[in-house]
């Protein structure tokens, strides 16, 4: 379902594949999906193949209505038309909360920009089994589309203007890609087939040198000229328990790896029609979805915490699906969303304390965040958390190099943290050398900027011709803190408190 839905209008999404696939080849350009025994099937992109790569121990492929009997093929693209994709500018995401002041925002930035400007709803309201579910969110964008280059330059543009706004592009999908996929099989016979295939394959089939599990069908279609891509249509609970080892390690309790199943099932459904929306595949199986592992046996720990949790997810007010982002340690204190992505306010993501107790400090202040890295607070203070608290050192040349590869300042002799989230972790900071000042907003770009520091939650100070820099966590700080999650596992915690801890106001919803 294309993104730019009206406002406000209520959408649900449920299609079934037909037995002619060049039939319902634009349906596969969709956030729909279908259902088999009540549970939702998805598709993931698995990985991209050059022209003349084969496809072996297979059963059979389906060329436009045709099912064709074959061991193995190899396939190239021709006659190959790009998709069409035009961009908006999104200047400012809306909270639910501030909707009806839409028309006022929206004029606002239409006077900073000289853009028209208008609300753009991304996502829709999905029907599920019995179950309702939003995953919408809401944007200030310009009421224009443009081409890739021009977005990109008004990105750059904008960004530079608005430093402390998460300006972004969100792309809207206009044409479907189209092409033809030439095939020559076992046999020697060539065929044409439009779009894509869909290939049946025997278990352990191989794509060039590349083994996968053959108890499921597979499609190939192009992006390129050049290149076939690989994607599997399997159930949210099938592709969970291949999410969930690249997500966290075997040893964890069992109910930190339940908590972890519904946070990444949540993850699934709130990107859903967001994402790869001129593609044919919902989600990628890469962390900017999230890290799929395709080869080899899954134990049966990860199946049991996924199946102890089928159809689980977190919801907020009843029917909207909550972000639920993770980070490896947060390090006694969680972060609110709005100060690492500058995004809309999510009450469940406003930042906790990790703890049985909160503390009396306030860790935007310098000096109660240095009382705090002196305390062990935390439940991600175990032994095998190396980045609880942590010192980092940069010799005085090293840092000069970091810094002015940005901008040239000269020698560093300050660093001003200028804007401190609820963790302490810093969103804007300001470095002063003998020649000029640089100012770094955002918690991610500050990490970049210092070598890929483990977290932004830092005290810099110098001590001859040495700055170090002591702080907490790894990561951005945003929700499940995973450390955590598995200390309050070993003390017998289950996964409902777990969850419950680190995204609170919202519910464990069974949606199928």
Known sequence: MRPNIAFFFLIFLVFSLSADISQEFDFLHSASFSFRNNVPFIRVHVKSYENGTKIENIKSFECGSSDIAAKSLTFSVANFTPAVVKYRIAFQELAQSVLRSHAEKAKLWSMKTGMETEIFVHGAIFSINKSTIDNREYFITSKELFEKSKAEELLSKFREMFPDYNIVSIPVHEVNARSEINVRTDDGKNYKCPNL????????????SDSYPGDKDYF??????SKGELVIEDSVENILQRILPGEMFLSAPLETLKAQAVAARTDIFMQLGKRHVSEIWHICSEVHCQKVIWNGKIDKKFVQAVKETEGEVLLFNGTHVARAPYCSSAGGRTEDVRHVWFTAEKPYLSGVWDGDEPLDLDLSKEADLAKFLQSDYGEDNIKMNKRHRWEVRFPQEKLNELVNLRKKVGNVNEIKALSRGVSGRIY????????????????LNIRKLLDNLYSSAF????????????????????????????SLGRKGKDFRFILKRYYPKTEISKIY
């Not at 190939?220 to 000229?225: E, H, I, Q, V």
């Open 197 to 208: 295939l869909l290939i049946h394959p025997k278990a352990g089939f191989m794509a060039g």
């Open 220 to 225: 190939l279609t192009p992006l390129s000229g």
């Open 428 to 443: 804007k900071i300001e470095f002063v050398g003998n020649t000029g000042k640089l100012t770094v907003y955002g918690e």
């Open 459 to 486: 005290l810099a100070r110098k001590e001859g011709d040495e700055w170090i820099f002591s702080g907490m966590g790894w990561g951005h700080g945003v929700g499940m803190s995973q450390m955590g999650a598995v």
